[in-house]
């Protein structure tokens, strides 16, 4: 797609609401479906990962509401805008997250101490296997399209899901084994096993959304593709110093110092400013670029840029 041919910014919020509308109706649907693989079996593995199921339907309403402020444009009183808004969402997945790992271990001690035989273990898995391929399926949507539209709320919920996949696996896999073993302790051990990963998955989501609200800088790769198209559109310019550069949502924020000639007119830096400011949204889009002009005794030796 060339530069000409991107959405627009309201092409993509729409699509990203309308994402988030479809993730509540795929979480509800795979909750049903694994709730049937529990009842069919009396699995506590299975009834661990049809619970993570329920943090997933209120995981996709979160981002719905998440999505749906950050679409809010600027006001008096955000004058930055409600891009942050997604964080939040993300955030409260997280904390939905551990509180399911405590359910899950909660249920995984107590058939522990009274461990109990499978009841049609292969018409369960079945079942849960259907479930694992749907959400597999639509959590590699919500991380490439999440990634492509810039919103950390699809990108989480396609990150939680992912998870919920790979322990899924896991528990067919243990039931296999245990049906065939005989061993119904291994239920749920593979249950704890499941808490364990979904605490994890729960810590990685809450540090990357705090890491977003705290406005930490953009990754060593984005600095460098800012520098490089400073250099190529600043001609004019002496220099460009103190770079800063955040990212709060589909936005990012980009802040620097330019030196110019001290006899160059207004006018003149006014040009270069405003060519500069075009390249960075051509190049990154949803940017905020605010350049402070310096005359040139204000050259800087730290790591600028020079012309």
Request: hydrophobic share 45%.
């Given at each position: 797609?060339?530069?000409?041919?991107?959405?627009s910014e309201s092409a993509v919020l729409s699509a990203i609401a309308r994402t988030a509308v479809i993730s509540i109706a795929v979480a509800f649907a795979v909750m049903a479906i694994k709730y049937l693989a529990y009842y069919v079996t009396g699995s506590v593995a299975l009834y661990s990962d049809a619970l993570e199921s329920i943090v997933n339907v209120l995981t996709a309403m979160a981002a719905l509401a998440a999505v749906s402020i950050s679409a809010k444009p600027a006001d008096d009183n955000h004058p930055f805008g409600h891009t942050k808004a997604e964080y939040f969402s993300a955030v409260f997945e997280g904390v939905l997250v551990v509180v399911a790992a405590i359910l899950i271990f909660r249920e995984a001690y107590y058939a522990f101490l009274a461990p109990r035989a499978l009841e049609q273990p292969a018409l369960g898995l079945a079942i849960n296997g259907v479930a694992t391929l749907i959400n597999g399926g639509w959590a590699a949507y919500l991380v490439n399209r999440g990634r492509s539209w810039r919103s950390p709320a699809l990108v989480a919920d396609g990150w939680h899901l992912a998870t919920d996949v790979f322990t899924s696996i896991g528990v067919i896999i243990g039931l296999i084994l245990a049906s065939m073993t005989g061993l119904n302790v291994l239920d749920p051990i593979l249950a704890a096993v499941v808490a364990l990963n979904v605490l994890w998955a729960g810590y990685k989501i809450m540090k990357q959304s705090l890491s977003g609200l705290m406005d930490e800088a953009v990754d060593a790769g984005?600095?460098?593709?800012?520098?490089?198209?400073?250099?190529?559109?600043?001609?004019?310019?002496?220099?460009?110093?103190?770079?800063?550069?955040?990212?709060?949502?589909?936005?990012?924020?980009?802040?620097?110092?330019?030196?110019?000639?001290?006899?160059m007119t207004v006018w003149e830096a006014h040009v270069i400013c405003d060519r500069v400011e075009d390249a960075l949204e051509a190049a990154l889009e949803c940017t905020d670029v605010s350049i402070h002009l310096e005359p040139e005794h204000k050259a800087k030796a730290e790591a600028p840029v020079v012309f």
């Open positions: 797609m060339t530069l000409n041919e991107r959405p984005m600095e460098k593709r800012i520098r490089a198209v400073i250099q190529e559109s600043g001609h004019g310019a002496l220099q460009v110093h103190d770079i800063r550069a955040r990212t709060a949502g589909r936005m990012t924020f980009i802040e620097f110092h330019m030196v110019v000639p001290g006899a």
